[in-house]
């Protein structure tokens, strides 16, 4: 998956009939449903919070996340969600940011669409001109578009995060460069970011784990590798 789409499937959500709600992926509301979820979070499900649910839920079909379970379900490809699929099990949001996050920074000068917003417990998505999207207890309780106010002046409705870094997952602008022909195709000369796995490379570039240990005879280790190391990732006839 690209930044781009990622970022877009976040704007598709955004304008849906959504809640916050723990523990939740994009599920639908459904009454069994949320008396599941009270039952395994009930310090998170009082009975405000569920009268709120059913409220929302009777303007139509209402759609369940939680910060990092946007993020989740987007990768495992909701709406029809493979759980924990695309390389992304289901961890929660420091998990998101200390295992699948690469080029962590506190510069808010440089930030591209689809990079990972990180403040201690909350995560969100950041898609642009200074807006953010996540799924938040805050304001309207939903899935919602807010102000970074790392770089935007706008009060309403803003949040400051603490910093920012790229989904290893993801395929950003940046990562690959057309290098030249082998055999009788093209390939891609990929540079290893931190936090990057071979299998995460591998399916950002449509390739199986066993294709690209293939077309990389030179890295004994498939599970070692190391920020900087230039690797072919893809051959197209």
Same mark, same amino acid.
């Not at 992304?88 to 669409?113: A, F, M, T």
């Not at 970011?193 to 784990?209: E, F, R």
């Given at each position: 998956?690209?930044?781009?789409?990622?970022?877009?499937?976040?704007?598709?959500?955004?304008?849906?009939?959504?809640?916050?709600?723990?523990?939740?992926?994009?599920?639908?509301?459904?009454?069994?449903? #949320?008396?599941?979820?009270?039952?395994?979070?009930?310090?998170?499900?009082?009975?405000?919070?569920?009268?709120?649910?059913?409220?929302?839920?009777?303007?139509?079909?209402?759609?369940?996340?939680?910060?990092?379970?946007?993020?989740?379900?987007?990768?495992?490809?909701?709406?029809?969600?493979?759980?924990?699929?695309?390389?992304?099990?289901?961890?929660?949001?420091?998990?998101?940011?200390?295992?699948?996050?690469?080029?962590?920074?506190?510069?808010?000068?440089?930030?591209?669409?689809?990079?990972?917003?990180?403040?201690?417990?909350?995560?969100?998505?950041?898609?642009?001109?200074?807006?953010?999207?996540?799924?938040?207890?805050?304001?309207?309780?939903?899935?919602?578009?807010?102000?970074?106010?790392?770089?935007?002046?706008?009060?309403? *409705?803003?949040?400051?995060?603490?910093?920012?870094?790229?989904?290893?997952?993801?395929?950003?602008?940046?990562?690959?460069?057309?290098?030249?022909? *082998?055999?009788?195709?093209?390939?891609?000369?990929?540079?290893?970011?931190?936090?990057?796995?071979?299998?995460? #490379?591998?399916?950002?570039?449509?390739?199986?784990?066993?294709? #690209?240990?293939?077309?990389?005879? *030179?890295?004994?280790?498939?599970?070692?590798?190391?920020?900087?190391?230039?690797?072919?990732?893809?051959?197209?006839?």
């Amino acid at each position: 998956m690209t930044s781009k789409e990622f970022v877009d499937q976040a704007i598709k959500i955004q304008k849906l009939n959504t809640a916050y709600a723990s523990g939740t992926f994009g599920q639908k509301f459904t009454e069994p449903f #949320i008396r599941q979820k009270r039952d395994q979070y009930p310090s998170s499900y009082p009975d405000s919070k569920i009268r709120s649910l059913r409220n929302k839920a009777a303007r139509g079909d209402l759609y369940l996340f939680d910060c990092c379970g946007l993020i989740k379900a987007i990768i495992w490809n909701w709406p029809n969600v493979v759980y924990k699929s695309n390389g992304l099990p289901d961890v929660n949001d420091s998990g998101i940011w200390n295992q699948y996050c690469r080029d962590k920074s506190h510069n808010w000068d440089k930030i591209e669409p689809g990079e990972i917003l990180h403040m201690k417990g909350h995560v969100g998505i950041y898609i642009g001109e200074g807006k953010a999207i996540e799924s938040t207890a805050r304001w309207s309780e939903d899935v919602l578009i807010s102000n970074v106010m790392n770089n935007n002046l706008n009060p309403w *409705q803003s949040r400051k995060w603490e910093e920012h870094g790229k989904l290893t997952l993801l395929k950003y602008n940046e990562d690959t460069t057309y290098v030249g022909s *082998q055999d009788d195709g093209v390939y891609i000369e990929y540079t290893v970011k931190k936090g990057d796995t071979l299998s995460a #490379i591998a399916y950002h570039h449509n390739m199986t784990l066993a294709e #690209i240990i293939k077309l990389n005879p *030179q890295i004994p280790n498939p599970n070692l590798i190391y920020p900087g190391q230039k690797i072919c990732i893809m051959k197209e006839k």
